[in-house]
């Protein structure tokens, strides 16, 4: 067992199940561990609560898209705690107003009908080929279920209040890997490029048939890659 836990850093409306694949493969590597990224409406606070249940000691921590800003500001809060990093299908840049006004629109609509929301999400979270798959679409749905719509808000807040990140790239000294998907409609090759390109010694690998939701799209793709991020 390695000495360095690895900690999962949810995104939007996704909790343990999210990474189960990955989880039965790299346990054998690292003890893992899935952060609680609900109860709090700030980037920053998530990553306090995130910290505050970690294990002790250095840390690996991987966050997906919203999880990867929790990571980003991790850096920032704990920068000598944290071993190793992974940033998967996430970016470094604030919320855009396109982008936010999106998330506002969904907010409301998830205080009227929360299930439409979560159907409007599914096409940009898949690669159209996975989206005819009930078991990955079911995942999806029913951690969105499990989660709710009052976190669904808190989260929505969070992302929108973000900081701009890329101005503090360069100084990170954690061993980083990049993961960017071809498919991800909601993170463009060129936001995960950028990301890799500013943090020194960082490595880029690209999944090919796959959308946002690397983790369950091609899981045992993305468990291979991260083991060889905790091993080397």
């Not at 079911?138 to 989660?147: H, Q, R």
């Not at 993961?179 to 490029?193: F, K, N, Q």
């Not at 960082?202 to 291979?224: F, K, N, T, Y």
Request: charged share 20%; hydrophobic share 50%; proline share 6%.
């Amino acid at each position: 067992m390695a000495a360095t836990p690895l900690v999962f850093l949810p995104g939007l409306l996704e909790d343990a199940d999210a990474f189960a694949a990955q989880i039965g493969r790299l346990q054998a590597i690292a003890p893992c561990t899935v952060a609680d990224l609900t109860r709090s409406d700030s980037i920053a606070a998530m990553a306090a609560d995130a910290l505050r249940e970690a294990p002790p000691g250095p840390l690996a921590i991987a966050g997906h898209s919203m999880g990867g800003y929790v990571a980003l500001e991790l850096m920032r809060q704990a920068p000598g705690r944290i071993a190793k990093l992974a940033l998967l299908c996430t970016n470094a840049r604030p919320d855009s107003a396109e982008s936010t006004a999106n998330r506002r629109r969904l907010m409301a609509l998830a205080e009227r009908d929360f299930e439409a929301v979560i159907q409007a999400l599914m096409p940009k979270l898949l690669a159209p080929a996975h989206l005819a798959d009930e078991g990955i679409t079911g995942v999806i749905a029913g951690m969105a279920l499990g989660i709710g719509k009052e976190a669904f808000a808190r989260q929505e807040n969070a992302i929108i209040g973000r900081i701009d990140s890329r101005p503090h790239l360069a100084a990170i000294r954690a061993k980083t890997l990049v993961v960017a998907a071809r498919g991800d409609a909601i993170m463009p090759m060129e936001v995960l490029e950028e990301m890799a390109n500013a943090i020194a010694g960082a490595r880029l690998e690209v999944i090919e048939d796959c959308g946002h939701m690397a983790s369950l799209e091609q899981p045992e793709w993305l468990a291979g890659v991260m083991a060889r991020w905790l091993e080397d």
